[in-house]
């Protein structure tokens, strides 16, 4: 099936259009405050008093648009950390590989729909650099809760908070799942609702929509024989994203505080399993901190045992104590483990992808950088 990013590539012109995200996805937090991507800040509107069809064309939502065609992404209200800048806010000269940016590839068919329509009007508007788009987003990020079970040493979110999606939200999902290739759900932990799981069953069986996929980030602790038989019987309908961020239990559990190691390793078992016999896309992602840098080739080792795709994620925030682009002592050591991890995970012939994306953000937090500087107020050690 045609996709998106292929297709832009195939028609040689990727280096020339900016981050996709504006003309492609929708960030929708839990109190209903809607953004183009979970690391822009710029409010498009709130889904609880607007229509989706206000939002997407609001002028907010115009004016990041045309912020990002003219290649100011600091004025679109971007995070320079972002998998498509890479640390800077300078001009993208070549974009990210595919399997870095935050959506996945974009599914553009062939015949006749709904979804079809919708889905060329959204390639049509990006490939013309329009700032007010037709149809709408494809790719739909959801904020479920900020609660969670697991309190991991490089996150920031309250998860003793009682924020929780509400149920006039709900009913717009099902709506906006008649539209759209994927409906993302993260958090917290989604499965800490106890209320998400019927919800992943009445979207199951309402959707009429055969393009659209499921996308869950979790911790896997919650996900008991139940709801991996639900996943294993519709697994061509659902991605999973499962963060794992260490491979040895003494530094799993130092950073994945509240979660055993144990337990987590069983889940991952049953999933490879479905994997293979009912081919479910599944990702490991392994956020790379200073505690887990040794570790990177076990981490590949782990993901050739279950013959798993993983993903290497470069730690984000100002968690001066784990987050080594803050630290120019330790870029050098960094670089090299990183690349001799590259090396090992393409000699054992694992899926794998992120190394391309942590060593350009490496390279762009040296001295006298953009992104050197403005982190340098939060960090003495880069003064």
């Known amino acids: 099936m045609p996709k998106f990013y292929k297709k832009i590539n195939e028609l040689n012109i990727a280096d020339h259009l900016p981050c996709p995200q504006a003309w492609t996805t929708n960030f929708l937090f839990a109190n209903g405050n809607v953004t183009c991507c979970t690391q822009n800040s710029t409010s498009l509107g709130n889904l609880e008093n607007n229509s989706l069809e206000e939002i997407w064309n609001s002028k907010p939502a115009q004016r990041i648009r045309a912020n990002m065609l003219a290649g100011d992404y600091l004025a679109a209200g971007c995070d320079a950390e972002c998998p498509f800048l890479r640390g800077s806010y300078k001009p993208v000269t070549s974009p990210p590989p595919i399997e870095e940016l935050i959506p996945p590839d974009i599914d553009i068919p062939e015949e006749d729909n709904e979804y079809s329509r919708n889905a060329i009007q959204i390639l049509d508007s990006y490939l013309n650099r329009k700032t007010v788009c037709s149809g709408l987003p494809l790719f739909i990020d959801i904020f479920w809760l900020e609660k969670c079970n697991a309190a991991c040493i490089q996150c920031n979110?309250?998860?003793?908070?009682?924020?929780?999606?509400?149920?006039?939200?709900?009913?717009?999902?099902?709506?906006?799942?008649?539209?759209?290739?994927?409906?993302?759900?993260?958090?917290?932990?989604?499965?800490?609702?106890?209320?998400?799981?019927?919800?992943?069953?009445?979207?199951?069986?309402?959707?009429?929509?055969?393009h659209l996929i499921i996308y869950i980030i979790t911790n896997g602790v919650f996900l008991n024989d139940r709801i991996l038989d639900h996943i294993s019987d519709n697994a061509t309908n659902f991605k999973i994203l499962l963060s794992i961020d260490a491979v040895n239990k003494n530094t799993f559990e130092y950073i994945r505080k509240n979660l055993k190691f144990d337990r987590i390793v069983s889940v991952i078992q049953k999933l490879s399993k479905i994997a293979h016999e009912k081919n479910l896309d599944i990702v490991l992602n392994y956020c790379v901190m200073k505690s887990n840098l040794d570790e990177l080739m076990d981490a590949c080792s782990f993901?050739?045992?279950?013959?798993?795709?993983?993903?290497?994620?470069?730690?984000?925030?100002?968690?001066?104590?784990?987050?080594?682009?803050?630290?120019?002592?330790?870029?050098?050591?960094?670089?090299?483990?990183?690349?001799?991890?590259?090396?090992?995970?393409?000699?054992?012939?694992?899926?794998?992808?992120?190394?391309?994306?942590?060593?350009?953000?490496?390279?762009?937090?040296?001295?006298?950088?953009?992104?050197?500087?403005?982190?340098?107020?939060?960090n003495p050690t880069l003064k």
Do not use: C, W
């Not at 003793?160 to 717009?172: A, G, M, P, R, T």
């Not at 001066?320 to 002592?329: P, V």
């Not at 992808?353 to 050197?372: H, K, M, Q, V, W």
């Open 157 to 210: 979110q309250n998860h003793n908070s009682s924020l929780l999606i509400s149920n006039n939200l709900i009913s717009k999902i099902f709506e906006i799942s008649k539209h759209s290739n994927f409906l993302r759900f993260q958090g917290g932990e989604v499965f800490a609702d106890p209320n998400f799981y019927p919800f992943l069953l009445e979207l199951s069986k309402l959707s009429t929509n055969k």
């Open 303 to 378: 993901s050739k045992k279950y013959d798993l795709p993983i993903n290497f994620a470069a730690i984000q925030g100002n968690f001066g104590f784990e987050n080594f682009f803050y630290d120019q002592s330790m870029h050098a050591i960094a670089v090299q483990k990183l690349l001799a991890a590259q090396k090992f995970a393409n000699t054992i012939n694992i899926k794998h992808s992120g190394f391309e994306g942590i060593l350009n953000r490496i390279s762009n937090a040296t001295p006298g950088s953009e992104y050197s500087l403005r982190n340098s107020k939060l």
